[in-house]
């Protein structure tokens, strides 16, 4: 790992699988989303919908 500094800000050099590496953890620490029926889906779809509408 190396450092680089451009325009007086710093920037890290790591290497390829280094960097996939932590990219994995990082996925692994974020919690996945919920899925939603189709009916549970639309409801969702059409309260956005109305939040945009009044916004206009």
């Not at 450092?3 to 710093?10: E, H, M, R, S, V």
């Not at 899925?35 to 969702?44: N, V, Y």
């Amino acid at each position: 790992m190396e450092t680089i500094t451009i325009d007086n800000k710093k920037y890290v050099v790591v290497e390829q699988k280094k960097f996939e590496q932590l990219q994995e953890i990082a996925a692994l620490k974020t919690a996945p989303r919920k899925k939603l029926s189709l009916k549970k889906g639309k409801a969702h779809a059409y309260k956005l919908i109305d939040q945009w509408a009044k916004g206009k």
